[in-house]
T-cell receptor, first 113, second 113 residues
Framework: DQQVKQNSPSLSVQEGRISILNCDYT??????FLWYKKYPAEGPTFLIS?????DKNEDGRFTVFLNKSAKHLSLHIVPSQPGDSAVYFC????????????FGKGITLSVRP | ETGVTQSPTHLIKTRGQQVTLRCSSQ?????VSWYQQALGQGPQFIFQ???????GRGNFPPRFSGLQFPNYSSELNVNALELDDSALYLC????????????FGPGTRLTVL
């Protein structure tokens, strides 16, 4: 059962435009959501996160929006840059004593110069 | 501050064999998690160790086992390898609290023939 879903496998955008990456989840016990970026031959690196008590978190060019009623979150990258081309994973965490993350399948973002 | 390192980078084994993968956590991080990332999938949580004790386990059989050592290193052991065990194995470390950022290593690519 895929509790975190990233239904679009890929996205291509023009440099300077907005990239919107979507993620849906099914488990209402998730209370913390994260986005990771992964380049080939490297491990995932943390990008931005949001607690379930918020609906928006912004960090420079990256903003994450959370819609709890729809169990949906999105990552906005503005403006997109060629260096943003990577695989983006949405991940979620339930409350508890361990750090277990549940990941989606990832979206490959390509930013065209 | 050194990052998370993993060894070896690549490994080829045959069905039925046993394998040990190694991870060196970031200094001061007393929590380590292991994930399996199959091709085209997101990372899946295998288990986590906190202060050398298992502290959570995902849906993986007992032939997946681990150890964590006081010097911030850890091991993932897989017995009786199966073809489906072919994947990228990632370790991630963080300081104790479950919501602290996890730092991932570059992974070990295991191929089972």
């Amino acid at each position: 059962d895929q509790q975190v879903k990233q239904n679009s496998p890929s996205l291509s955008v023009q440099e300077g435009r907005i990239s919107i990456l979507n993620c849906d989840y099914t488990n209402s016990m998730f209370d913390y959501f994260l986005w990771y970026k992964k380049y080939p031959a490297e491990g995932p690196t943390f990008l931005i996160s949001i607690s379930s008590i918020k609906d928006k978190n912004e960090d420079g060019r990256f903003t994450v929006f959370l819609n709890k009623s729809a169990k949906h979150l999105s990552l906005h990258i503005v403006p997109s840059q060629p260096g943003d081309s990577a695989v983006y994973f949405c991940a979620a965490k339930k409350g508890g004593a361990n750090s277990k993350l549940t990941f989606g399948k990832g979206i490959t973002l390509s930013v065209r110069p | 501050e050194t990052g998370v390192t993993q060894s070896p980078t690549h490994l080829i084994k045959t069905r039925g064999q046993q394998v040990t993968l190694r991870c060196s956590s970031q200094s001061g991080h007393n929590t380590v998690s292991w994930y399996q990332q199959a091709l085209g999938q997101g990372p899946q949580f295998i288990f986590q160790y906190y202060r050398e004790e298992e502290n959570g386990r995902g849906n993986f059989p007992p032939r997946f086992s681990g150890l964590q050592f006081p010097n911030y290193s850890s091991e993932l052991n897989v017995n009786a390898l199966e073809l489906d065990d072919s994947a990228l194995y990632l370790c991630a470390s963080n300081e104790g609290a479950p919501y602290n950022e996890q730092f991932f290593g570059p992974g070990t690519r295991l191929t089972v023939l």
